[in-house]
């Protein structure tokens, strides 16, 4: 009974071992723009940032991973002047500026994507969710919270070789924040480079 179950033990680890060394990993690297959508544009200006990924596929069509980025913010300005009047007497002139808030957004997200086609020019769909951290700051004090989010997405990679591709995606970010939500359409130009193939 115990030659059996080592038996079994070591052709499910060869099993095993094969199986993740003909695997394909692919690692990423990909810096983008952010557009606030929504009242988050309302209130804060283009943003910039990037981030790393890395996806193990399942099948030649169809990847699963992870992506972490960070993407900030600045806010918009807002200048605020209005004057009082008491009579002839009494008059008073208010000038208030807000300065520019600035929010860091920081997705850790697991994703799914479906190739439509698995060499050269590889369109896909997909979609990531996960965890968004929203650290924002105003006058010297700083704030962060945790949201739910996810993001569906649309892209496509050029393979120039096996090992090394070009990919450029589109996102929508949804952010279930507390009374709204936040959106940003996202845009990114990356290298991908993949393992095991």
Not at 25 to 41: N, Y
Not at 60 to 73: C, D, K, P, R, S
């Amino acid at each position: 009974m115990k030659k059996v179950f080592k038996f079994l033990v070591v052709a499910a680890l060869s099993l095993f071992i094969g199986g993740v060394a003909n695997a394909q990993i692919k690692l990423g690297v990909s810096p983008g723009i952010q557009i606030p959508v929504g009242d988050f544009g309302d209130f804060y200006k283009l943003g910039f940032g990037g981030g790393i990924n890395g996806e193990y596929l399942v099948t030649e069509n169809i990847g699963v991973g992870l992506n972490v980025g960070y993407y900030t913010f600045k806010g918009k300005e807002f200048d605020l002047g209005f004057d009082l009047d008491f009579g002839d007497d009494f008059e008073m002139d208010f000038d208030m500026s807000f300065g520019a808030e600035r929010i860091n957004i920081i997705p850790i997200t697991l994703n799914g994507k479906y190739y439509f086609t698995t060499e050269g020019f590889q369109p896909y769909g997909g979609v990531d969710a996960g965890l968004y951290m929203l650290n924002s700051s105003f006058g010297g004090a700083s704030n962060t919270d945790m949201y739910f989010g996810v993001a569906p997405v649309l892209g496509f990679q050029y393979g120039f070789t096996d090992a090394l591709a070009l990919d450029l995606n589109a996102k929508y970010n949804l952010i279930f924040s507390e009374g709204s939500t936040t959106s940003t359409l996202g845009f990114n130009v990356g290298i991908v480079f993949a393992f095991g193939k």
